[in-house]
């Protein structure tokens, strides 16, 4: 034992241990260093970590019972704490040498470049190491895989921080399980991580490895005796496929997680350029929606509603336009559904509302109605209570000539606080109509749950009124206006036997280009001053006799 | 000191293929690695296979059965894997094995409720069940 004669002598701490982690043989300065009388002879856990806290002593077994190299600092509050390096179980055998202050004098920038949690790389190692990357002459085959987990929040949320942090842990153990050495494992932070796969065979293994990441990450975890099962979605760049610029890996990873997360979690997506020219337009759409109010970038356009019994005019539905200086107009269909999303729609319906108001208090004859189109979104607070009495205050309008048209998405939610402020709209001296109705999730029952004042019949069934089925359904939506005395009115009306047909079944009103297309603000007063009902009357009654 | 004693049961699908001797060479190895690296972290416990799944119970300390069965779980050998039971227990129930094995031969009766209750509903099992089942079969082919 020449080897271990030696060995005593050293004033660095060294410690064998069998299959079953129990100390054959420690030297005297192992001994000293964990103030121990006797060391050999007994299970590494149970002598070692009698003095040590909880956490400690949890990372000293895991590292045990892993076969794999490990490091422990016992008691990271000292001033000089003790490190134990516990190398790969080889053989039934394994080696810890114990230190001093190894961590702080080893630096080199390591210790600030990796995560305490979970004990992979940081930030700060992904960008050093992609500084390296950079200074290759030859372009490396690089792949950015980026995960995140699916139902992190729940875990945190039910079962608590300690948890979580567990579950990032166990998480760190599976990615370094799936990947090989030269992998580059990062914490981006929160439940983000990062892999960076360098000198692999590109396209197929980062394929491969997102492919076995999404299948690993969905299988259970034992966290604090829980079975906790989650998932993560992963979004892969790859230098040379798609991404051009190695500062580009991590921004187009992000892309491709972005939307393996939108289709539906616990999957994998590959970045590819169509997807970064889309997020771009969006991005660019965006900006410009954000500042298009600012830049009285919006108009309304007006488009009169007649009455199919005189022809005359009953009132206007106000029209959102976006008039874009680059790109031109920009139809609703396009631009609400992102300014719902983004929350600018509060802005704009307030100055739809507001606008309509004061235009309709300017035209001459005191009985034409406005209609105004509200997004279900405006309806999620009380402001647009304060908003629609303001608009009426100020424009001097009377309450019973503003119509505010909802969709049935308003109803969808069955929200009590929906339905009062409705109510209090309704009680103000507004009325509600029902738009679009039959299109969306027409449940009859909506009709029933507030006294609209008006059913607007959707266009596509005045189009295809030749179909025996939409004719038959327009009977019906009429037949249920008349008897819970809601008067109806059939938008898209385009053409002269659209118009006959719609009045002959006994809908009250009508719009459309067969009257007229929308107009500018300037024009209705004009309009309304020439407007002969005549014409389209008489061609409906030869239409009827024909 | 003595450490708290934890014990798991899990069940989970075959996801082995191949002829029966291919399966039983794998089977082999899963075995061999399990004691020598149970034997390692002082995990005992019993494994069963009955062809179309496998019902394992892991005793020992908590930490060494967490990090035991995140290597297990993570073996592509199996899939949808459950658990059980987990929970703390006063003495081992396979104090002698490090990985004692029972396979479908050993008692064809016995396993065969089990094995149609969890080919409809693996969550239906009952780790308890399984657990006795084991230690019945271990007991018998001790005396046998
Ligand atoms: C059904 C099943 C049960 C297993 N049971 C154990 C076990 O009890 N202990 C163990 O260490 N490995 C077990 N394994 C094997 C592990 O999944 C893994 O392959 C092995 O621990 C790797 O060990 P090595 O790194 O020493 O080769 C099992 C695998 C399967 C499919």
């Known amino acids: 034992m020449t080897k271990t004669l030696r060995w005593e002598n050293l004033d660095t701490g060294l410690a064998l241990l069998d299959e079953r982690n129990v100390v054959v043989y420690a030297n005297p300065a192992f001994a000293t260093l964990l103030a121990l009388e006797t060391v050999s002879g007994r299970p590494a856990i149970t002598s070692w970590a009698c003095d040590l806290g909880p956490d400690t002593r949890q990372t000293l077994e895991r590292r045990l019972c892993s076969n794999e190299a490990g490091a422990v600092t016992l008691n990271e509050q000292a001033p000089n704490p003790v490190t134990l390096y516990i190398g790969a179980s080889r053989d039934g055998q394994r080696l810890v040498v114990g230190a001093r202050g190894w961590p702080v004098a080893d630096d080199c920038g390591l210790a600030a470049q990796l995560d305490p949690l979970t004990g992979i790389g940081n930030r700060l190692m992904y960008e050093r190491h992609l500084a390296t990357l950079c200074e290759h002459a030859v372009r490396p085959a690089v792949a950015a895989l980026m995960i995140d987990l699916d139902r992190f929040k729940q875990v945190n ?390 | 000191m003595t450490e708290s004693l934890y014990r798991l049961v899990y069940f989970s699908r075959n996801a082995l293929a191949g002829d029966a001797e291919a399966v039983r060479a794998e089977i082999e190895s899963i075995l061999e690695c399990s004691r020598r690296n149970n034997a390692a972290a002082n995990v005992t416990g019993a494994l069963m296979f009955n062809g179309g799944c496998f019902a394992q119970v892991l005793e020992g300390p908590y930490g060494a059965i967490q990090v035991t069965l995140e290597r297990i779980q993570c073996d592509a050998r199996h899939s949808g894997l459950k658990v059980l039971a987990f929970d703390r227990r006063s003495a081992r129930g396979f104090a002698h094995w490090s990985m004692a094995y029972v396979g479908a031969a050993a008692n064809v009766d016995r396993f065969a409720h089990i094995a149609k209750t969890s080919a409809f509903d693996p969550s239906a099992l009952d780790g308890e069940a399984i657990y006795d089942t084991l230690k019945a079969n271990l007991a018998d082919s001790a005396l046998a």
């Not at chain 1, 505010?404 to 109803?411: A, D, S």
Request: hydrophobic share 45%; with cysteine; charged share 25%.
């Open chain 1, 157 to 546: 949320d039910t079962l608590g921080h300690a948890a979580g942090d567990e579950l990032l842990r166990l998480t760190a153990d599976r990615l370094r399980k799936l990947t090989r050495e030269d992998d580059v494992l990062i914490r981006l932070g929160g439940d983000e991580f990062l892999v960076l796969q360098t000198d692999a065979r590109q396209p197929d293994a980062a394929h491969g490895l997102a492919q076995r990441l999404t299948e690993v990450m969905s299988r259970l975890f034992l966290i604090e005796g829980n079975s906790v099962e989650i998932s993560a979605s992963v979004g892969v760049a790859m230098l040379g496929h798609g991404t051009a610029a190695l500062d580009d890996l991590l921004k187009h990873a992000a892309l491709a997680l972005y939307q393996a997360k939108g289709l539906g979690r616990a999957r994998y997506c590959v970045f590819d350029p169509d997807l970064e020219a889309r997020a771009l337009a969006r991005h660019q759409i965006e900006f410009d929606l954000r500042r298009a109010l600012g830049l009285r970038e919006f108009v309304l356009v007006y488009q009169p509603q007649n009455s199919t019994r005189d022809g005359r005019i009953s009132g206007f539905e106000a029209l959102l336009r976006w008039m874009q200086p680059v790109r031109g107009p920009i139809s609703p269909a396009e631009f609400i559904p992102l300014a719902e999303e983004i929350g600018e729609i509060h802005a704009i319906g307030a100055w739809v509302i507001r606008s309509a108001c004061f235009e309709a208090a300017g035209w001459a004859d005191p009985t034409l109605t406005v209609a105004v189109n509200v997004s279900p979104v405006q309806f999620e607070n009380d402001n647009i209570i304060q908003i629609v009495s303001a608009a009426l205050k100020d424009s001097g309008l009377a309450a019973s000539r503003l119509e505010i048209e909802v969709t049935e998405g308003v109803l969808l939610t069955e929200s009590p606080e929906v339905l009062e402020r409705l109510w209090s709209l309704n009680r103000m001296g507004v009325s509600i109509a029902m738009d679009d109705f039959g299109t969306g999730y027409a449940s009859l029952s909506y009709l029933n749950s507030f006294p609209f004042s008006k059913i607007k019949i959707d266009k596509s069934f005045v189009q295809s009124e030749h179909s025996s089925r939409s004719q038959a359904l327009i009977s019906a939506i009429l037949a249920i206006g008349t008897s819970l005395g809601v008067t109806t009115i059939a938008e898209g009306v385009e053409t002269p036997d659209q118009f006959a047909a719609i009045r002959a079944i006994g809908c009250h009103s009508v719009q459309g280009y067969y009257i007229s297309r929308p107009m500018p603000a300037e024009d209705v007063a004009d309009y309304i001053s020439r407007f002969d009902p005549e014409p389209f009357l008489r061609h409906a009654e030869q239409e009827q006799i024909a």
